[in-house]
């Protein structure tokens, strides 16, 4: 980015909810599936047909308000928004205007050089998806050029719910780390599946660049049909430029919606502000208005589970891990909650990260089973790294005995114990291995005298296997090095 | 016998039936032969429902056998078609639903029949029960049974003809200002809409959705509370319905109005109607007070205001419920090279004009930069209407007034649109309030230009959930004065 | 509250009404008259009233997340104007 400008961005994205059933009406929110076997009068607009809705959608929609520390309104309504789409069955949406589920709040995310920033929400919203239209005759499937459309309404009706941040971002990499840190705390609260693959997180971003020190705001363009996170970065990087690149030959920025085209790296103009829709929101007169008690909300904050930037804080501040094995294992909510209570029993955070992101993912990588449904109980690698720490074990050998965990799920104490494993720092016992290494290998000796000193690493590994690897490594170094001196 | 059979109320069907006096297919069959006869001058029914209505009454009559004690076993009713019932083709009067067959059963309608109602078919009603005279229906004409030349009143005129033309005992209505009250008035019926939210919306196609009410259409009112009794109560399906108990209103009939003091509205001077109408309502106030009522004078300022209120509120949330019809899933298509093209022209052939006029209002009103200045205004005036009738009966146990300005007019008598809305005055305050209210016959008039005496309907309207009071007390009315008594309809029997 | 003339010809866009020009003329004068009725409500104190969407004070009206019978593919696609296998088919979308 050009040092004189400064870009602001906004995000808004709808993410589909994780229910059983559709917003209003009892048909299954699944995805995919055979075209138009999930539907009924109600999600089908069909005529008499009326909505009522899914509790648990709207619960789903307080509990991530209260998770980002939003605001939660005693009182809200549904409402409708105006306009025709072949996919969308009333020709109006169930939605919320001025009186959403929830107000303000924000997402904490953090950067790759681990600072942590936060954006706030303007508001957290509940709706319903449309239907999904394919677009054919043209013969790539795109609605330009196509002769007709083709009509599913599967997806219709499901719950969906709108989160729009304040326009704060100031780059592509924090728009994309916001985005981040949102689908994980989604994915944390058990809402979505939030998977952009599937189009149960869908966004868009408006974007806007002004002078580095302006505090207003320039003219914004929203990007649309961005699917990926790698697209949105890319897609907002291509677009300040393109901004930038504008005022730079005295041009004016269009308001305007532009779509992303992923194949060329470049957003295409989709259509100006002028054209905007009246929406004629009004109450929706189906639905009664929802009053949420505030016991209700406390009920949800008392429930709510560690939250990603909470637990980013605590791996990299108190636990002092990278912000990258941070980051990966925050990634995986599993995985976190099992290094959690390794960390919890053995208070080594250092050692439970190495192992647990090291050789028990490589194991869960190389069998396909996931670490915390192993065979290595969280108990049985914190008693794993306290043999380590105690220096009981060498690292060789706890590398060995994780691998017969994995396999047998038996205490490693117990497999030290029987199997006499235990690292020895006898200095006695091992002068003599040392001893016998140096006996039979006289030409070495010589040469290492002789000055060819790299082969003392050889000896060094001669006494460990001598030792069945129980020496203490250390020991046998200064040893050997000792006997081998002039 | 077929004639006196189909000529009894329908607690007398159903007392009959199941006392083994008759059978429901008895009464379907009699009551099919009837409409076979009387149908081509009345035009009640858009579908009659003729192999169907005998295997319900068979059911039901299996249903009897088996012990059940249906409260309305065998009783032949007629369902607007604004109602859904599955397989059976629904059109709202529409010609953009001409060919729909719906998928699914109303639950109103499918509390009727797991009462022990049998559907005889699908009545006639203005499109999209937009309408207080029947004549916007796109897909027949419906006659009043007392005077071919008239209207049946509307938008339910194909129900109120039906019951009237004893063509089905109940028939099923919907009002939303004054839909069921209007025709019940025109064609000597109880015409009854419960407290807003009572009877389940489910199924019924939507017009103005925070307004519409089913209710019944009856002879009696003791039919009409029966039909109340089955239809009531919550229905999870529709998120608008009460979840309050009922009140059971057909046992519990009043023979008198000692204790109950009725209202009679300042503002609704009858004088305005004409000396015989005034006369009519005059007796009939007396009437009540003789029954033992202490008539007070009650005022509803906002009264003049419904009106206005009613044209913004019900076409803003017309616009909305009718955006569906849109040729895309179900219904009537119209050619368009391209999805807009296609909208557009399916919707200019499906829609009549009065629909269109309605969606037009409402798209306008609810548009960028009206709606404060119409909508909203229009939902405050709202607020007023209610609070007028808050205060109202803080005085009062009921409240009685005309239930419409005029007795059943002729055909094409109200071409401009303004006319015809100016005939639900008197009802549309009480929607608005979401009140329960009913018509109940009050006498005949010789309307100017006719020849033939016309019924008249008194309105009675009670507070939110006072259904018990309401009907018990129109039962009181009604058994003391036996106005609808006085007459049979001309039409009925035409070529019986 | 208002005195300008209604814009027919966008009203009846955003409603997807084709009209004539015969009706643009007659359902303009019309609505222009229903209008100037509905004026008298400018003449209503309502500074400070709430507005009614609904006459009974239900809340949190919802439903229980569990499954329902859905409709049978067939008879849904039987009442299509126009289908094509498994879907509903609309002509050409044209964008915006």
Redesign the interface.
């Known amino acids: 980015m050009s040092p004189e400008y400064e870009a602001v961005i906004g995000v808004e994205c709808h993410v589909e909810l994780k229910?059983?059933?559709k917003m209003f009406?009892?048909?299954?929110n699944e995805f995919g599936g055979?075209?138009?076997?999930?539907?009924?009068?109600v999600c089908?607009?069909?005529?008499?047909?009326?909505?009522?809705?899914?509790?648990?959608?709207?619960e789903h929609v307080l509990t991530a308000g209260v998770a980002f520390g939003a605001e939660i309104p005693s009182f809200s309504?549904f409402d409708?928004k105006?306009y025709?789409?072949?996919d969308m069955?009333?020709?109006?949406q169930i939605s919320q205007y001025d009186m959403p589920l929830t107000v303000g709040g924000s997402v904490k995310y953090w950067m790759e050089d681990g600072t942590l920033k936060e954006c706030r929400l303007t508001r957290i919203h509940l709706e319903e998806d449309t239907g999904k239209?394919?677009?054919a005759?043209s013969g790539d499937g795109r609605?330009?050029g196509?002769?007709?459309?083709?009509?599913?309404?599967n997806r219709a009706g499901v719950p969906l719910m709108e989160c729009v941040s304040e326009p704060e971002l100031h780059s592509p990499q924090e728009a994309t780390a916001y985005l981040e840190s949102l689908r994980r705390t989604l994915l944390v609260l058990g809402v979505s599946d939030v998977k952009m693959e599937e189009g149960s997180l869908r966004c868009d971003a408006n974007v806007s660049v002004r002078p580095v020190g302006s505090s207003e705001l320039g003219t914004k363009t929203e990007i649309k049909n961005m699917n990926s996170f790698r697209s949105v970065e890319r897609a907002i990087s291509s677009e300040i430029e393109r901004q930038i690149a504008l005022i730079g030959s005295g041009e004016r920025i269009v308001q305007e919606t532009r779509g992303w085209d992923e194949v060329h790296g470049v957003t295409h103009s989709?259509?100006s502000k002028e054209?905007a829709h009246?929406y004629?929101?009004?109450?929706d007169?189906?639905?009664?208005?929802?009053?949420i008690a505030q016991t209700a909300v406390a009920r949800i904050a008392e429930a709510l589970p560690t939250l990603p930037w909470e637990r980013f804080e605590r791996y990299t501040a108190v636990y002092g891990l990278g912000v990258k094995p941070a980051t990966q294992l925050i990634e995986n909510l599993v995985l976190a909650e099992y290094f959690d209570r390794v960390v919890a029993l053995s208070g080594q955070p250092q050692q439970s990260s190495n192992f647990v992101l090291g050789d028990l993912s490589r194991l869960a990588n190389e069998s396909g089973v996931a670490v915390a449904d192993s065979n290595v109980s969280a108990e049985h690698l914190a008693e794993l790294i306290d043999l380590v720490e105690t220096k009981r074990v060498n690292s060789k050998i706890a590398k060995e005995l994780l691998t017969r965990m994995w396999g047998a799920g038996e205490s490693p104490a117990v497999i030290v114990e029987r199997e006499g494993l235990a690292q020895t720092s006898d200095r006695a016992a091992i002068e003599r291995f040392v001893d016998e290494v140096l006996a039979a290998n006289g030409e070495l000796v010589a040469a290492y005298k002789a000055g060819k000193s790299n082969v003392a690493g050889f000896l060094i590994g001669q006494v460990m296997k001598a030792s069945r690897g129980k020496a203490d490594p250390a020991l046998v170094n200064e040893l050997v090095r000792q006997k081998l001196a002039p | 016998m077929p004639q006196e059979l189909i000529e009894r109320s329908g607690a007398d069907i159903a007392a009959d039936v199941i006392a083994g006096r008759a059978s429901a297919v008895e009464v379907a069959a009699a009551t099919l032969a009837h409409v076979a006869s009387v149908e081509s001058n009345v035009g009640a029914y858009l579908t009659v429902l003729s192999e169907p209505a005998l295997a319900q009454a068979a059911r039901v009559d299996e249903r009897v056998r088996n012990g059940e004690r249906l409260p309305l076993a065998g009783v032949p009713i007629a369902v607007k078609d604004n109602m859904c019932l599955d397989g059976t083709r629904t059109t709202c009067g529409s010609k953009i639903l001409e060919n729909w067959v719906a998928p699914y059963t109303a639950t109103a309608v499918a509390r009727m029949l797991e009462a022990g109602a049998v559907a005889i078919g699908k009545a006639n009603c203005d499109e999209f029960a937009m309408g207080s005279s029947c004549e916007n229906s796109a897909l027949g004409v419906t006659r009043n049974p007392y005077d071919s030349t008239r209207v049946p009143g509307g938008s339910s005129g194909g129900s109120a003809a039906a019951v009237a033309a004893y063509e089905a005992a109940i028939g099923l209505g919907s009002d939303t200002g004054g839909s069921i009250r209007e025709p019940g008035a025109f064609c000597n019926l109880i015409g009854f809409k419960p407290t807003y939210g009572r009877v389940s919306r489910y199924g019924l196609i939507a017009f103005a959705s925070s307004l519409d009410q089913i209710g019944p259409l009856a002879r009696t009112v003791k039919d009409a509370a029966l039909a109340y009794d089955a239809m009531a109560g919550y229905d999870v399906m529709d998120a608008t319905s009460i979840d309050r108990p009922v009140e059971l209103a057909a046992e519990s009939l009043r023979k008198d109005l000692r204790g109950l003091r009725v209202g009679i509205v300042r503002e609704f001077d009858t004088k305005v109607l004409g000396d015989d109408m005034h006369r009519l309502y005059n007796d009939a106030y007396r009437d009540l007070e003789r029954l033992g009522a202490d008539i007070v004078e009650v005022s509803l300022p906002t009264a003049d205001y419904g009106l206005a209120t009613y044209y913004l509120i019900a076409p803003a949330e017309c616009s909305s419920n009718l955006a569906r019809f849109d040729g895309v899933r179900y219904g009537l298509r119209a050619q368009g090279d391209d999805v807009r093209q296609m909208y557009d022209n399916t919707r200019a052939a499906g829609f009549g004009p009065e629909v269109k006029r309605r969606i037009l209002v409402g798209t306008y009103a609810l548009s960028s930069g009206y709606y404060d200045a119409y909508y909203v205004r229009a939902q405050k005036a709202r607020t007023l209407t209610a609070r007028d009738f808050e205060r109202a009966f803080a005085t009062c146990d009921l409240i009685a007034c005309p239930a419409a300005s005029c007795p059943a007019f002729q055909f094409a008598a109200k071409s401009d649109p303004y006319s015809m809305y100016l005939m639900d005055y008197y009802t549309i305050p009480m929607s608005l309030a979401g009140l329960p209210a009913l018509s109940v016959p009050c006498g005949w008039t010789v309307p100017d230009g006719g020849s033939l005496p016309m019924p008249i309907g008194l309105q009675l309207c009670a507070p939110l959930f006072a259904e018990k009071l309401l009907l018990g007390a129109a039962h009181a009315y009604e058994q003391a004065t036996k106005h609808a008594a006085a007459r049979q309809p001309a039409l009925s029997r035409v070529s019986a | 509250m208002l005195t300008d003339p209604i814009d027919i010809r966008y009203v009846a866009k955003l409603a997807r009404l084709a009209l004539t020009e015969e009706e643009i003329e007659r359902f303009g004068k019309q609505l222009g008259e229903l209008l100037e009725h509905v004026n008298a409500l400018k003449d209503l104190d309502i500074a400070s009233v709430p507005a009614t969407a609904q006459v009974v004070e239900s809340r949190n009206v919802t439903r229980e997340d569990s499954l329902r019978p859905c409709l049978d593919r067939e008879t849904v696609l039987a009442q299509a104007p126009q289908r094509q296998g498994p879907f509903f088919r609309v002509p050409r979308i044209l964008t915006e």
């Not at chain 1, 009406?25 to 299954?28: F, I």
């Not at chain 1, 196509?146 to 309404?153: A, E, I, M, P």
């Open positions: 229910t059983v059933t009406c009892g048909c299954a055979e075209p138009n076997t999930k539907i009924c009068p089908l607009g069909m005529p008499g047909a009326l909505p009522v809705p899914n509790e648990k959608a709207i309504k409708r105006n025709f789409y072949p069955p009333k020709d109006y239209s394919t677009h005759g609605i330009a196509s002769s007709y459309s083709l009509l599913d309404f989709m259509r054209e009246d004629r929101y009004f109450p007169p189906d639905l009664v208005p929802l009053e």
